[in-house]
């Protein structure tokens, strides 16, 4: 019999398994329904090559010392600085939106005019959210997040969750500022890099252990339910403690109606051209049903004639049908995942953690994070 029970081998259930293992000497087993570990941030090499990122691309960036030294003990990495640009009236600028693509967009005089209302008003380096800006009283300043909201935020959130920014929690849009400053790069965090042998490798080494048996291909309901106040496993109450990394809904048979989540459909191709693009990512706010494309040989360098890109088609999830990647943030969502969580509570050997199961947008960071604080409430 194992000590813990863990659902989900991504990176909340993976770095469980890891402590319990290496820190308590606890027997656990951890159950994924893919057949494969390392949950989204699941990588692999093409036919052609090239590394690429299943389910999307994942870059490590973080300001947090610890869980860069948690990381680091199971991958070296190749320093890297995500850089992003957006496809805007048929010009490729930088993103987010910062000083560089002001003058890259607007004639000379009318740029260092609002330039000069964004410094005046803000520090420079300074990041505001597209929803605050568009609150401006100065009349430049107005004319500018009108300007920014069309035309990079209103139809890309349009795309990739079917609301607008204004029917969303602001932190989503505020994820992307626009930045009052020169720096380009996606994100400004002290550490930024990519594992040198990609996620999956470092996953592997992370779960690498004699007291983690790995059950791939395998749903949690197959062994286990949740009845009552109590967890049954083979039919037998489970006493252990239980992690849940996956959607509560699925866990308690939709008791409180379903979790809305989003999907993408994820295309890749790859395509008879040495370099696709200027940047790992251009994001296409406008024009096309994809949200971006991401072109991997500028994320792990890899010397070849033809190039890997994805384009990425948002869609509902649907159960069965295709992945839940993104809890959608509404206050009626919000409301009915409440009651879920109010559920998981009454288990009391059951944790639910992770971006599905806490229906949260965690980062890779954020979640590495939150595993580790999860990890110290059972006693280090
Ligand atoms: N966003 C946008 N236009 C862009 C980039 C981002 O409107 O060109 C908004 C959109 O709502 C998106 C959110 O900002 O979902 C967060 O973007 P991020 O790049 O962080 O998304 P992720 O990489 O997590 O999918």
């Known amino acids: ?7 989900g081998a991504g990176f909340a259930g993976s770095v469980l398994a890891e402590r319990f293992a290496t820190q308590q000497n606890k027997s656990v087993l951890l159950i994924e329904r893919r057949n494969h570990i390392g949950g989204n941030c699941y990588d692999e090499r093409d036919d052609n090559g090239v590394l690429i990122h299943k389910y999307g691309p ?17 991958a070296n990495w190749d320093v890297y600085h995500h850089h992003v640009q957006a496809m805007i009236d048929g010009q490729i600028v930088p993103l987010p939106f910062n000083l560089n693509t002001l003058h890259k967009l607007f ?36 004319y500018l997040a009108d300007y920014v909201y069309e035309k990079v935020f209103l139809h890309y959130t349009e795309k990739q969750w079917g609301l607008s920014p204004e029917n969303i929690e602001g932190a989503v849009t505020a994820r992307v500022p626009v930045f009052v400053g020169r720096d380009d790069r996606y994100f400004n965090d002290r550490f930024q890099a990519v594992p040198t042998k990609g996620y999956t490798e470092l996953f592997k080494k992370m779960l690498n252990h004699k007291n983690i048996k790995i059950l791939l291909n395998t749903r949690f309901n197959e062994l286990m339910r949740v009845d009552g106040d ?6 037998q109450p489970f006493d252990g403690q239980v992690i849940y990394t996956g959607q509560l809904d699925e866990l308690f048979n939709e008791k409180f109606g379903s979790l809305p ?20 990512v251009v994001n296409y706010p406008n024009n096309y049903d994809f ?45 009915r995942y409440e009651q879920y969580a109010s559920a998981v509570k009454e288990v009391k050997n ?18 590495v994070k939150r595993a580790l604080d999860v990890f110290k409430t059972f006693g280090e």
Not at 261 to 280: G, W
């Open 291 to 335: 949200t971006r494309i991401t072109e991997f040989k500028k994320i792990h360098p890899i010397k070849s004639i033809t190039t890997t890109i994805l384009k990425e088609y948002p869609q509902d999830y649907v159960p069965g049908k295709n992945t839940p990647y993104y809890p959608i943030f509404t206050e009626e969502n919000q409301k």
């Open 107 to 142: 004639p000379t005089p009318l740029a260092n005019k609002l330039e000069s209302a964004l410094l005046n008003r803000y520090d420079y380096n300074s990041k505001v959210p597209i929803l605050k800006l568009k609150q401006s009283t100065d009349k430049d300043l107005r």
């Open 350 to 367: 059951l944790t639910a953690v992770g971006r599905l199961a806490e229906y949260r947008y965690y980062d890779m960071d954020d979640i």
């Open 230 to 235: 109590k967890i049954f496993f083979l039919d």
């Open 1 to 7: 019999m194992f000590d813990v029970i863990i659902i």
């Open 58 to 74: 994942h870059l490590l960036h973080t300001d947090d010392e610890e869980v860069w030294k948690y990381l680091s003990q199971f």
């Open 261 to 280: 989540y989003r999907s993408i459909d994820m295309k890749f191709e790859i395509v008879d051209t040495e370099n696709y693009q200027p940047a790992a």
